[in-house]
């Protein structure tokens, strides 16, 4: 079992800034892939950025130029550093992590508890 412990969200103007860490923790061997999605009300859960373990980036286009993410491997902890955020970028943004559990396994997602991200106009 792999849990995510996400951090960093709130209320912010339209042009500021945020930055979400999300912390994982538990039977973990390895961490593939970590990221960022989004889901604004009514609409489909989307993938805003995404990072490997190699330090590989990828990003949705609507926040690229504004969002970065990292990662800090000795901690197994993704940010998501928000600038120039829009009442668009509104949701709640769930932090995910394909980890392994020893080192013959599957990698398996697990997903944070989400944290809601408000931009007032």
């Known amino acids: 079992q792999v849990q995510l412990v996400e951090s960093g969200g709130g209320l912010v103007q339209a042009g500021g800034s945020l930055r979400l860490s999300c912390a994982a923790s538990?039977?973990?061997?390895?961490?593939?892939?970590m990221g960022w999605y989004r889901q604004a009300p009514g609409k489909q859960r989307e993938l805003v950025a995404v990072?490997?373990?190699?330090?590989?980036?990828n990003y949705a286009d609507s926040v690229k130029g504004r969002f970065t993410i990292s990662r800090d491997n000795a901690k197994d902890t993704v940010y998501l550093q928000m600038n120039s955020l829009k009442p668009e970028d509104t949701a709640v943004y769930y932090c995910?992590?394909?980890?392994?559990?020893?080192?013959?396994?599957?990698?398996?997602?697990?997903w944070g508890q989400g944290t809601q991200v408000t931009v007032s106009s």
């Open positions: 995910i992590a394909d980890a392994a559990a020893w080192a013959a396994a599957m990698p398996r997602r697990s």
């Open positions: 990072v490997t373990n190699g330090g590989r980036t």
């Open positions: 538990g039977s973990i061997f390895s961490i593939n892939a």
